[in-house]
């Protein structure tokens, strides 16, 4: 079994070694040259703990190499980004672009899967897609969607343990598919049509929003009312059928923050809920944004001088280098924009080097800053000294909380 999958980014890359290592021959294909040199070299060129081993691994076994065009293989798997267009409007333009660079490779027999985020009937387009250039294609080759259900930071174990829908376009689709995922998968494979499996991804990530929102709602609310958000979620949760998700300084990420654009954009007149709630997160990236920015002019008034701030987090979500859609960069950027002269000290420590901001130590940021930002809760700011009362904290992602 030789499988080619085009793409090699947060998904798609671990995607790869994970099939690799469970003995099927894997090409890897990007755009991105130096992405293509560095997998080939077994270098990782993104945060996810424990990857780096599996990826020397499977490199040094040949099991894994990595170019910039596809070539002949039995399954081909598009795992590119969906972004958007206009108004939050995905734009699939990528995923046709994959698909049309391996239509002049498949045969028949071979599987074609779709893994990225995509609206509902992208499936069925790119079938349209393949059979307009290859119509001899047509009921010869299996097509289907199968999106992944991991969280970054855990991906190994998630890929493999995680239960996976499988969205055929026909039955013969669906087992082809259910057969390749076998491989390495010990989750459940539940089988669906691909509309369903579509929307299914988009339902998970849109659910998983709604919930933020409520929590980041509560939080706003709590500030209004002198209440402690995070002592007030502990006690709720005691309830046997409450459990409330813990506030932070918004939704990042290409998936929760993303996916239920999706939804609103084709079905705008009844995804109330879903629409209001990427509102609401999105409203509290500006609201964190604000309260720092007020937060340095009252310091300035009180101690006649600019505050040194330290923003601790860049990264959507902890202990990861990824910056997509990241509140806590948005903070950061507003922040900078409107507190000229303020000494900002930006602090990522899962990243070298940032195109805007020079990056500080995090001891050191915490040590010489008079207002302290938490952002993004990564392991290593929980050490840090929050007693302290020369600083002002704002903890906006709880990372003092449970202590």
Not at 270 to 275: P, W
Request: with cysteine; charged share 25%.
């Amino acid at each position: 079994m030789k499988a080619c999958f085009i793409g090699l980014g947060y998904i798609g890359l671990p995607t790869a070694i994970i099939a690799a290592e469970s003995g099927i021959k894997v090409v890897g294909v990007d755009v991105n040259t130096k992405v293509v040199e560095k997998v080939n070299k077994a270098e990782l060129h993104i945060v996810e703990p424990g990857l780096d081993l599996l990826l020397k691994k499977v490199v040094g076994s040949g099991g894994l190499t990595a170019k910039s065009a596809p070539e002949t293989a039995d399954a081909f798997f598009i795992v590119v980004p969906t972004p958007f267009k206009g108004d939050h409007e995905p734009d699939v333009s990528y995923v046709e672009s994959a698909t049309r660079s391996v239509i002049p490779v498949l045969k028949p027999g071979d599987l074609f899967v779709i893994e990225s985020t995509s609206p509902v009937g992208t499936t069925e387009a790119m079938a349209e897609v393949i059979f307009a250039e290859r119509p001899e294609l047509k009921g010869r080759i299996h097509i289907a969607y199968c999106p992944e259900r991991v969280l970054p930071g855990n991906i190994i174990y998630e890929l493999v343990n995680n239960d996976r829908v499988i969205g055929g376009l026909d039955e013969a689709s669906i087992e082809r598919a259910k057969s390749f995922y076998g491989r390495f998968v010990k989750g459940e494979l539940f089988a669906t049509n691909s509309r369903t499996a579509e929307m299914c991804k988009l339902t998970e990530n849109s659910s998983r929003d709604v919930q933020i929102a409520f929590a980041n709602e509560l939080s706003l609310i709590c500030d209004k009312a002198g209440i402690n958000v995070w002592e007030l979620i502990r006690l709720a949760n005691r309830h046997p059928r409450v459990n409330i998700l813990r506030p932070g300084a918004g939704v990042g990420g290409h998936c929760i923050a993303v996916d239920p654009y999706f939804i609103v954009s084709a079905y705008p007149e009844q995804a109330k809920i879903i629409s209001q709630a990427r509102e609401t997160n999105n409203y509290k990236s500006e609201w964190c944004a604000e309260k720092v920015i007020n937060a340095i002019l009252r310091f300035e008034l009180d101690h006649g001088r600019k505050p040194a701030v330290a923003l601790m987090g860049l990264a959507f979500k902890p202990d990861i280098d990824d910056l997509r859609e990241s509140p806590a960069m948005h903070i950061a950027e507003a922040v900078a924009d409107a507190a000229t002269g303020a000494d900002l000290l930006i602090v990522e420590p899962n990243i070298k080097s940032h195109p805007r901001f020079e990056l500080s130590d995090a001891a050191e940021a915490f040590e010489a800053a008079d207002i302290v930002v938490m952002l993004t809760a990564h392991t290593p700011f929980k050490g840090l000294d929050a007693g302290r009362g020369d600083k002002l904290i704002l903890d906006f992602c709880g990372v003092f909380q449970n202590r």
